[in-house]
């Protein structure tokens, strides 16, 4: 089993930047990839960013493209989010995810039900 805990939230003014951090802890070993997602009130849950944990590979969505760079550390137990030119429509609690299967034909690693563990959130506000 994975535990998973966010740090790094806050409030900034449009155009700041936040860097958040994820730490990963219990059976680590088992996570190919992790997420970083944001629910907006009101909103659906959103993917952001995702890493390959081996690799390192990242995917960012395209409304972040840019702006946001995941990455992780050299343990691969901590993952972290650097958001530049942040902007008030990207307020939103931030979670992270751990997905433990490979991503085979048909995975979509930027949709929620994709991953096993989350952890409890961090808050992002944007004010202009």
């Known amino acids: 089993q994975v535990q998973l805990g966010e740090s790094g939230g806050g409030s900034v003014l449009a155009g700041g930047s936040l860097r958040l951090s994820c730490a990963a802890s219990g059976y680590t070993d088992s996570i190919n990839y992790m997420g970083w997602f944001r629910q907006a009130p009101g909103k659906e849950r959103e993917g952001v960013a995702v890493i390959h944990i081996q690799s390192g590979n990242s995917l960012s969505d395209d409304s972040v493209e840019g702006r946001f760079t995941i990455s992780q550390d050299n343990t691969k137990r901590t993952v972290y989010l650097q958001m530049n030119s942040l902007q008030p429509e990207d307020t939103a609690m931030y979670y992270c995810?751990?997905?433990?299967?490979?991503?085979?034909?048909?995975?979509?690693?930027?949709?929620?039900?994709?991953?096993?563990?989350w952890g409890p959130g961090t808050q992002v506000t944007v004010s202009s």
């Open positions: 995810a751990a997905r433990t299967k490979n991503c085979a034909e048909g995975c979509r690693l930027f949709y929620p039900y994709e991953y096993d563990s």
